[in-house]
């Protein structure tokens, strides 16, 4: 398969939704299985009793805001550095998820954070470098919308999502370098996970219910900006005129 073939917006099209379809239905069974795993396998936990399951969403969710800001950051560079229309758009597309999924990891750990620390919110370096995490992607979405050349609108995005990615190591890092009052991390790659079996998979399966959700909510959002800014092409108004048809049939 040639994929510099799917580079053109209009030739990605198509394909982005049938991918889409895919990673929702994905998503709805990983999503299914965590979930039974996490609420009725996972054992209860000796210190933090069921308090401790809202891990499920939270830890996937903070994962996917570090994980999408790096690739939408990622986007913007390579849209910046070629100037390719369909990294910009996927820069702009991955934006508002990775918003949701930062705002989803603040208020699940607040949740978390009133039973196990007997407050809300603290000024924690992790917590707070998260916080900041959202006003990035927040930032980054204000910024574009600002500008009415989308190619400026581009350039200036990709400059910030390129400046903030600086942020996410010291997310990563913060409770090694400084004395936090967030619990490290139960999870690593150089040493072995401090929980049980089943708690470690029902959290890995839902990281990754959350991964093909992100992806599908991109590849959905990315679809409507492609339409948006290829509206005066040819094809998409051959798009829209078969889709009027249709609809006119249907009634």
Not at 21 to 40: H, T
Request: with cysteine.
């Amino acid at each position: 398969m040639n994929l510099f073939y799917y580079a053109a917006p209009h030739t990605f099209y198509p394909l982005a939704g049938t991918m889409a379809r895919v990673f929702y239905a994905l998503a709805v069974v990983l999503g299914a299985i965590g979930l039974y795993i996490g609420f009725f396998v996972a054992p209860t936990d000796a210190q933090q009793g069921e308090g401790y399951r809202i891990i499920f969403i939270h830890v996937p969710t903070a994962w996917m805001s570090m994980f999408l800001y790096v690739v939408m950051a990622f986007w913007a560079a390579v849209g910046l550095a070629f100037n390719t229309r369909l990294s910009a758009m996927m820069a702009q597309a991955i934006a508002p998820t990775g918003a949701w999924m930062t705002f989803l990891a603040l208020w699940t750990g607040a949740l978390w954070g009133k039973p196990m620390w007997g407050t809300w919110w603290v000024w924690d370096a992790r917590l707070t470098s998260e916080l900041i995490l959202l006003f990035l992607y927040l930032g980054f979405m204000a910024l574009q919308a600002a500008i009415d050349d989308p190619r400026r609108a581009d350039r200036a995005g990709a400059v910030l999502a390129i400046v903030g990615v600086v942020n996410v190591p010291i997310i990563y890092f913060s409770v090694q370098w400084w004395n936090t009052l967030h619990q490290g991390a139960s999870v690593s790659l150089t040493r072995s996970p401090s929980m049980a079996t089943t708690m470690l998979w029902g959290m890995l399966v839902m990281a990754l219910a959350f991964w093909m959700y992100c992806l599908g909510a991109t590849l959905t959002r990315v679809r409507a900006i492609i339409l948006e800014r290829e509206r005066r092409s040819d094809w998409a108004r051959d798009l829209a005129r078969g889709a009027k048809a249709g609809r006119e049939a249907a009634a």
